[in-house]
C-alpha cells in the first residue's frame, strides 16, 4: 500500500485542510505515515503570516532535497499561503517540487470532485471551514493576496457537512473563516454568522460550537446575542486588538480605535458574563513608539484576556506594510518588547486560571498525551487528569488541583 505524510504548519484552517488532503488521500488507497522517508507522496502545507513561519517551511523544503534526490520517484507537494499566482518561478526556485497548488485548493494530480473528502475517524472536536479569502487588507497582512477575496459557503452545505462529521463521532465543532463576521455577505440571501451559528446549534449529537477568528469592526450585536442565547455555542471569542494605539491601528489599517474596542469588549461581557477573551498582539510595528507599545500594555492590563498571541512584526512582501514602511524597529527592541508583553500576559493568566483551584469544570476529552487525559472546558481551558478508563469524546467532570498560566490538572 503507497504511504502518503503531509507536513503542516500555520492556522487551523491549514490544519483542517491538510485533515482533508489526508481523508481524500486515504480514500485513493494511501496509508498515513509519521516518517517522510517513507512516503510515496509529501505534502507541505506552508505558513507565511510570519518569517519565523515561512523560514521553518523553507528550512523543510531544503531538508527534503536529498529526499528526492535518493527517491526521485516520490511526489512533494507544496500547498498554503506560501504559494501564489507565480508558480513558475516557484518552480525555478524548487525544482524538486512537483506540483504545487494554492491554499484550500485541490491537489492537480488528483480528479475534481465536488465532494468534501472529510475524516472519516474524525477527532471529537474538528474544524470546519465556512469561508475563504479576506477582503479586509490590513497593511501588514498577506492572507487576502494568497487566499483571495472573501468566499462563503452555503449554509446548507456546511451544515451537512457538521452532521456527517457528528454522525461519524465528532463532538464539536470550530468553524474557520479568515473573518467569521463577514460570512454570508456575498451569498443570495446575505445570511450572516448568527444564522448560521442558529442553524448548526439544532443539530442532533453535537455538544460544543466554536467560531474563530472574529474581526473587531465587523463583529455584530445579532452574533453577540447569539453566543449569549445559544446553548452550544461555547463562551469563547477570539478577538484580535493587534495593537493598543490608535496610530498604530490605522497605520495597520485596522478600521476601529481602541475606545471601539473597549466598548465591543464591554458589550460581550454584559450579554455573555463568563465569556473568556482571547486576542492577537503584534509589537515592533514600523515607528511603534515605547508609549504606544506602553499603550498596548496598558490594554492588556486593563481587559485581562485568558490568551494572547504576540508576535514581532516582520514585513511581507506585496502588503502595504511591506511598501509604505520602513521596518525601522531593531530586531533585539522587537524581541524585548515581545518579552515584556509575553510576560505581563503569564501573570495574568495565573491570576485568571488560580481562580479555578478547588472547582469542578466540565471539559470534552480529546485525547491522551504524556499519559494523562486531555480536554478543555467550554472556555477553552487546557485540563489533564489521569485514569485508567477510556474517555475520548465524553464530557468529562474534572476537579482542579494544580493550575498554571497554560494548563490545569485535577482529577476526575
Not at 509519521?34 to 523543510?60: F, H, M
Not at 515592533?284 to 498571541?309: A, C, M, W, Y
Amino acid at each position: 500500500m503507497p504511504k502518503y505524510h503531509i507536513w503542516t504548519i500555520g492556522c487551523q484552517m491549514n490544519k483542517a485542510e491538510s485533515e482533508r488532503l489526508a481523508s481524500r488521500f486515504e480514500e485513493l488507497g494511501y496509508e498515513a505515515t509519521d516518517k517522510a522517508d517513507e512516503a510515496d507522496l509529501i505534502v507541505l502545507n506552508s505558513c507565511v503570516v510570519r518569517q519565523s513561519a515561512e523560514n521553518r517551511v523553507l528550512n523543510k523544503l531544503a531538508a527534503l532535497k536529498s529526499l528526492k534526490k535518493a527517491r526521485p520517484d516520490t511526489v512533494l507537494a507544496l500547498t498554503g499561503c506560501l504559494v501564489n499566482a507565480d508558480t513558475d518561478r516557484l518552480h525555478r526556485s524548487y525544482p524538486h517540487v512537483d506540483h504545487f497548488f494554492k491554499a484550500g485548493g485541490s491537489p492537480p494530480w488528483l480528479e475534481k470532485t465536488d465532494t468534501l473528502s472529510i475524516p472519516h475517524h474524525p477527532s471529537p472536536a474538528v474544524f470546519v471551514t465556512i469561508s475563504q479569502g479576506c477582503d479586509n487588507f490590513c497593511s501588514y497582512c498577506i492572507v487576502p493576496y494568497r487566499r483571495g477575496r472573501e468566499r462563503s459557503r452555503p449554509i446548507s452545505e456546511i451544515a451537512g457537512e457538521v452532521r456527517e462529521l457528528v454522525s461519524r463521532g465528532a463532538k464539536e465543532v470550530t468553524l474557520l473563516g479568515q473573518n467569521v463576521d463577514s460570512y454570508g455577505h456575498d451569498l443570495p440571501d446575505r445570511p450572516d454568522l448568527a444564522d448560521l451559528l442558529a442553524e448548526i446549534n439544532k443539530i442532533d449529537g453535537l455538544v460544543r460550537l466554536r467560531f474563530l477568528t472574529n474581526h473587531p469592526k465587523d463583529m455584530s450585536l445579532k452574533l453577540i446575542e447569539a453566543i449569549a442565547g445559544l446553548d452550544k455555542v461555547c463562551e469563547q471569542i477570539s478577538l484580535p486588538v493587534q495593537a493598543g494605539s490608535d496610530g498604530i491601528l490605522t497605520a495597520m489599517r485596522r478600521g476601529y480605535t481602541v475606545a471601539q474596542y473597549r466598548e465591543l469588549v464591554t458589550q460581550i461581557r454584559e450579554k455573555v458574563p463568563a465569556v473568556a477573551l482571547s486576542t492577537d498582539v503584534i509589537v515592533g510595528f514600523p515607528s511603534e513608539t515605547e508609549n504606544q507599545f506602553r499603550q498596548t500594555l496598558d490594554l492588556l492590563s486593563e481587559i485581562k484576556f485568558d490568551t494572547v498571541h504576540i508576535a514581532a512584526y516582520s514585513p511581507r512582501t506585496g502588503t502595504a506594510a511591506a511598501r509604505e514602511f520602513e521596518d525601522d524597529i531593531p530586531s533585539a527592541e522587537k524581541k524585548e518588547r515581545l518579552n515584556k508583553a509575553e510576560r505581563l500576559q503569564e501573570q495574568i493568566q495565573t491570576e485568571i486560571n488560580a481562580r479555578l483551584m478547588g472547582k469542578t469544570v466540565e471539559i470534552l476529552v480529546e485525547g491522551r498525551n504524556r499519559g494523562k487525559w486531555y480536554g478543555r472546558t467550554r472556555t477553552d481551558k487546557l485540563v489533564f487528569f489521569s485514569s485508567g478508563n477510556d474517555y475520548p469524546g465524553q464530557l468529562a467532570k474534572i476537579r482542579i488541583e494544580k493550575t498554571s498560566p497554560w494548563s490545569l490538572q485535577g482529577k476526575i
